[in-house]
């Protein structure tokens, strides 16, 4: 790469572009414009004694040399994906967050953590082991970014006990809901725990001694432990060591009271550390801490091996709470020598050790938001509305007629999942007209009604395909048992192609009508998930348009068989053609803009890590593109420096439902480009998963697109927005100023209530 250049050595011609050095370097040069077509002689590869050949140029072509793109231009993935964690912890800590959404947030935190530790920091660790180099754009050692990524959890964890500790604790104790230890319990509250101890904990408790004779137990991933130092009484007889597993099967908070007076919850791991005179009789309990490992939950299957990937799969999470451990929580009041005993037994490093103050594990107040019937203290809850277009009274319209006057454009959870992409499934099941159904799933629920469907389909004799992702991370034993159970159906299950996921979300229906044969799809932006369609904001796209039928109708032939197509019609296909057709487009702007036009590009995705793309809109922006990003989690893109991005705005939305829609702009006016798919810019979408855009040509539906990426970008807009040294800003700080809440906003506009 050459040496980076600073703006300041640098000069922009009339279309705001940089100049090349030679031009930048004379200040009095004029410019000159430039001549339609140039030939420029370059040298064959034949012998020396061949004609020279003449390549033509296109004039306004810039080279990588006329761009600054200096080496740290690149914000490290890993704390881009806390800084993302952080500010879901500020959403809990805002107590403009009603009280027990607050909770809710917490627990959001500590679990986002727990998946960062077990897949991002174990995948550091396992590299750094292994002496791999680093990867990515920032090039940080990698022993460097896994001490900068232990200060800065240090750092949050101790903000989140906090908030717990001093703030939300506190103020649901005021609201009648109390999270209360074993000292605060009356007598009589008291002697109805030690009943349910003795009956419903005590006999699935296991107490494991640990001395010459029985070696230390192995701590299985995530689960909550208690460390007990013990001593026989009387003489001077040595310290003893046990673990105690607090049970899974019961739950983490014990309901001490339910009634008109109020919520009273006792921690288990309280309630049993105040009973450990009935799992070791006759010791003294000199010291009792709470403490939990996380290990690596990356499997390793060997798709090229293993001739059965589900049986393969199995075996690999059999063995996943085996991983080598990765993270260490304790109690802050732990002694040295107990930690000491840990560590050591636990073959970790005193770098992997959390010291948490308060509760460990708070991801568990899930169960006091799902408990506490109070929704004065919660979002206000609201119906998703049937799409206008699908709306018919009080029968449901089918799906069907309506497609085939014009496409749908459906955006959860404003609009109704179960009334649009579950209605199209299961009239296509109920249909006899259906001839066959092909449809992907990444993620379901455990009583899938679209699961229902396809095995009702099935059994009434049609011909149903269904591509099962086992390998959607943390969701393969669901989805392991949803393949077996299709194809005990009579449905044909596939798992996709070697070495690559498939996370694309389409079906297509295929159906008799006259003498002809036509295809209906859906494409979307998140999964086949009614229970998360009501938290997860995303956009679907039914349609009967031929050439999206034939194009889904050749993305099945490659997921099924052995096709090999990489080009298609209204499509593009990771990992061949996502990148390279969002590039392409990136590049026509930039042209418009070297031109003295008017050009923008707006995405809206997950994450941006990829460095081909990153760099593509580094040098768009210097072309002169106006540049909006609406960036969920990580952002490796500086946005703001001079020279090199200050055509480029980053900003995040984080609140009530999680944004997850992938949306894509290019263009300013009405022949803009609109496309919207399962693809988010990084290594693993564009490289190593089959992904799927489909543009969107529908006017109304471009307008909605529009407006949403719009909205999200205005300055009344609350969000939170990135500078070029990587740090977020929260845009709400101006209490003069009113703010728009995004989602709140498109609630109202959609379903027609305030929330």
Same mark, same amino acid.
């Given at each position: 790469?050459? /040496? ?25 040069? &004029? ?11 370059? &040298? ?13 140029? &296109? ?10 793109? /200096? ?29 027990? *959404? ?49 200060? @800065? ?53 296991? /107490? ?8 230390? /137990? ?42 008109? @007076? ?15 005179? $009935? ?8 010291? !009792? ?61 005193? %770098? ?33 509305? !049937?799409?206008? $277009? ?48 092909? $449809? ?72 008799? *009508?006259?003498?002809?044969?036509? @295809?209906?799809?859906?494409?979307? !932006? ?38 090999? $197509? ?47 793309? !990153? ?17 969920? #989690? ?25 944004? %997850? ?7 300013? #006016? ?86």
């Amino acid at each position: 790469m050459n /040496p980076p250049r600073t703006p300041e050595t640098r000069r922009r011609g009339p279309n705001g572009r940089y100049l090349p050095r030679s031009a930048a370097a004379d200040t009095a040069a &004029e410019v000159r414009p430039v001549e339609p077509v140039v030939e420029v002689a370059v &040298e064959s590869d034949k012998v020396a004694d061949s004609p020279v050949e003449f390549v033509e140029i &296109e004039p306004d072509a810039p080279t990588d040399d006329q761009y600054y793109l /200096p080496d740290d231009r690149f914000l490290n993935r890993e704390m881009s994906w806390l800084d993302f964690n952080a500010r879901v912890l500020a959403l809990a800590e805002d107590p403009g967050t009603p009280l027990l *959404e607050r909770a809710k947030f917490l627990a959001i935190f500590a679990s986002n953590l727990d998946e960062f530790y077990m897949v991002r920091v174990a995948g550091l660790k396992r590299r750094l082991s292994a002496g791999l180099p680093v990867r990515g754009g920032d090039r940080s050692p990698l022993r460097q970014q896994i001490e900068t990524i232990t200060e @800065r959890t240090a750092d949050l964890v101790t903000r989140h006990s906090a908030c717990f500790a001093d703030e939300v604790r506190p103020k649901l104790a005021a609201e009648g809901i109390e999270v209360v230890s074993w000292k605060e319990l009356d007598a009589p509250e008291q002697g109805r725990l030690r009943t349910f101890f003795r009956e419903q904990v005590f006999p699935v408790l296991t /107490p494991l001694a640990v001395d010459p004779a029985h070696p230390f /137990p192995y701590i299985s991933s995530r689960s909550l432990n208690l460390a007990v130092a013990l001593r026989y009484p009387g003489g001077d007889h040595p310290e003893l060591f046990a673990r105690v597993k607090v049970p899974d099967n019961v739950p983490r908070f014990v309901t001490v009271q339910n009634d008109s @007076r109020g919520v009273r919850f006792l921690p288990i791991e309280d309630l049993i550390a105040n009973h450990l005179d $009935q799992l070791f009789p006759g010791m003294q309990t000199l010291e !009792t801490h709470a403490f939990r490992v996380t290990r690596n939950a990356e499997l390793e299957v060997d798709e090229d091996r293993d001739e059965d990937l589900l049986q393969a799969l199995e075996r690999e999470l059999a063995q996943r709470r085996f991983g080598p451990p990765v993270r260490l929580e304790v109690a802050a009041s732990i002694s040295d020598h107990v930690l000491d005993l840990l560590v050591r037994e636990l073959d970790m490093d005193s %770098h992997d050790v959390l010291r948490v103050p308060g509760l460990l594990d708070l991801s568990a107040l899930w169960q006091v938001f799902g408990e506490c019937d109070r929704d004065d203290l919660k979002d206000r809850p609201f119906v998703p509305a !049937t799409h206008p $277009q699908l709306a018919d009274g009080e029968v449901p319209r089918s799906v069907f007629n309506r497609l085939r006057e014009s496409d749908i454009l459906v955006h959860h959870p404003y609009h109704s999942f179960s009334t649009s992409v579950q209605r199209f499934i299961e009239q296509a099941a109920a249909d006899p007209n259906v001839l066959a159904i092909k $449809q992907t799933l990444y993620r379901t629920s455990g009583d899938s009604p679209i699961v229902d469907a396809l095995v009702d389909a099935a059994a009434a004799g049609k011909q149903v395909v269904v591509l099962v992702e086992v390998k959607a991370r943390f969701d393969e034993v669901a989805n392991i048992a949803w393949a077996r159970t299709l194809e005990r159906a009579g449905c044909h299950v596939v798992y996709g192609l070697v070495g690559l996921k498939t996370h694309c979300k389409t079906a297509l229906v295929v159906r008799q *009508e006259g003498n002809q044969l036509r @295809r209906y799809c859906h494409i979307g !932006t998140g999964n086949y998930h009614p229970k998360t369609a009501r938290l997860y904001e995303d956009f679907g796209m039914l349609t009967a348009d031929p050439e999206v039928g034939a194009d889904v109708t050749d993305l099945f032939n490659v997921l099924t068989g052995y096709s090999r $197509q990489t080009t298609f019609r209204r499509l593009l296909v990771a990992p061949h053609g996502v990148r390279k057709g969002l590039l392409e487009r990136v590049e026509e702007q930039a042209k418009i803009a070297r031109a003295g036009g008017e050009a923008l590009v707006q995405f809206k995705v997950n994450s941006l890590v990829d460095e081909e793309t !990153t760099d593509a809109l580094y040098r768009a922006s210097q072309d002169g593109v106006r540049i909006d990003l609406i960036i969920r #989690g990580m952002c490796a893109l500086r946005p703001g420096v001079p020279g090199l991005s200050e055509n480029i705005r980053v900003r995040s939305i984080v609140g009530r439902f999680l944004e %997850h829609s992938r949306i894509f702009r290019f263009g300013t #006016g009405d022949d803009s480009e609109y496309w919207m798919g399962s693809a988010d810019l990084m290594h693993r979408n564009l490289d190593r998963r089959v992904e799927a855009l489909v543009r969107v040509t529908l006017p109304s539906a471009r307008d909605e697109i529009r407006n949403v990426l719009e909205l999200s970008m205005t300055d009344e807009t609350e969000g939170w927005d990135l500078d070029g040294d990587g740090v977020w800003h929260r845009n709400n700080s101006d209490p003069g100023r009113p703010q728009t809440h995004l989602q709140a906003a498109l609630l109202r506009r959609v379903i027609g209530k305030k929330s």
